[in-house]
């Protein structure tokens, strides 16, 4: 059975930074890959990051390219999310979520297999 559950969410203001992070059991977070959506109130889920089990790529949206970095630990089978500079628009329930094999599509919610929860990431002052 497969677990994901995040952690690190919480209130920030603008500019600030926090780290997300995702334990998973159950699958392997370094041969497939991992991403990370978030949901804003009244808006659909939508794809904010994912590494591959390939040479660890990265991948971003448009939306936190160069604010937010995506990165596992393999012994500790987890992923993280570091979030910096963050904007009121960055408020969001942050989701992590996992493939249940290696696909070549990581921006499809549909694609992902497991969830988690979710952590609240609110930026305010």
């Known amino acids: 059975q497969v677990h994901l559950v995040e952690s690190g969410g919480g209130l920030v203001r603008p500019g600030g930074s926090l780290r997300l992070s995702c334990a998973v059991s159950?699958?392997?977070?370094?041969?497939?890959?991992m991403g990370w959506f978030r949901q804003a109130p009244g808006k659909e889920r939508e794809f904010a990051a994912a590494?591959?089990?390939?040479?660890?790529?990265?991948y971003y949206a448009d939306s936190v390219k160069g604010r937010f970095t995506i990165s596992r630990d393999n012994v500790k089978n987890t992923v993280f999310l570091q979030m910096d500079s963050l904007k009121p628009e960055h408020t969001a329930v942050y989701y992590c979520?996992?493939?249940?094999?290696?696909?070549?599509?990581?921006?499809?919610?549909?694609?992902?297999?497991?969830w988690g929860q979710g952590t609240q990431v609110t930026v305010s002052s």
């Open positions: 979520a996992a493939q249940s094999d290696r696909r070549s599509d990581y921006i499809q919610a549909t694609t992902y297999a497991s």
């Open positions: 159950g699958v392997t977070v370094s041969n497939r890959f």
């Open positions: 590494i591959s089990w390939i040479a660890s790529r990265r």
